[in-house]
């Protein structure tokens, strides 16, 4: 089971807002910055942000990122098709010492 | 432009070995951990393991560990992973990461994968 917990799935329209969830615990989103990933089927992950609210290099400001206690926050605006994708949230556990990562979220844009 | 290039993947049996190896360009290498990551079918992303700048922190998973070895060599700017006693649920695509630091930190920039199948 994953470290990190996120839905398993996410839809919204075309335009819409969305948002993706990641509950963790103290010895790890609670203590440790937290990165996004957007990852394609036969493709390489991308990181899509950094220490909790940075985008990463060409990375639009469609998408964002917060952090609160032991929960944080993916957002993406002005949804596209080209979206359509798997998005992983992932940090560093001090106890554990290891790097976890959720399960992952599926967004369909419908 | 960072690359991340694997290579080493293919069908063993239940209890035999793989060695993975990744080649690495467009960064200075001996400044960053790497790391490998998996996905198994139809599953998430997994951490294997990690290994500091200058190999003096390691890290494995604990499905892994004792079985699993990484390794690094700074001067051909190369990143391996020694998988012994392979078992059918190590089936994955095998990601070499690297490092937002030289330490064993988290993940920016993936590879494109290697297939690992074990099967008899």
């Known amino acids: 089971q994953p470290v990190l917990t996120q839905p398993p799935s996410v839809s919204a329209a075309p335009g819409q807002k969305v948002t993706f969830s990641c509950s963790g615990s103290?010895?790890?989103?609670?203590?440790?910055?937290v990165s996004w990933y957007q990852h394609l089927p036969g493709t390489a992950p991308k990181l899509l942000i950094s220490e909790n609210n940075q985008r990463h290099s060409g990375i639009p400001d469609r998408f964002s990122g917060s952090k609160s206690g032991t929960s944080a926050t993916l957002g993406i605006t002005g949804l596209q098709t080209g979206d359509e994708a798997d998005y992983y949230c992932g940090t560093w556990d001090s106890s554990l010492s290891a790097v976890v990562f959720g399960g992952g979220t599926k967004l369909t844009v419908l | 432009e960072v690359q991340l290039v694997e290579s080493g993947g293919g069908l063993a049996q239940p209890g035999r070995s793989l060695r993975l190896s990744c080649a690495a360009s467009g960064f200075t290498f001996d400044d960053y951990a790497l790391h490998w990551v998996r996905q198994a079918p139809g599953k998430g992303l997994e951490w294997v393991s990690g290994?500091?700048?200058?190999?003096?922190?390691?890290d494995y998973a604990d499905s892994v560990k004792g079985r699993f070895t990484i390794s690094r060599d700074n001067a051909k700017n190369s990143l391996y992973l020694q998988m012994n006693s392979l078992r059918a649920e190590d089936t994955a695509l095998y990601y070499c990461?690297?490092?937002?630091?030289?330490?064993?930190?988290?993940?920016?920039?993936w590879g494109k994968g290697t297939l690992v199948t074990v099967s008899s």
């Open positions: 990461a690297k490092d937002f630091s030289g330490d064993v930190w988290g993940v920016d920039y």
């Open positions: 103290s010895s790890n989103i609670g203590s440790n910055s």
């Open positions: 290994i500091s700048w200058n190999s003096a922190k390691i």
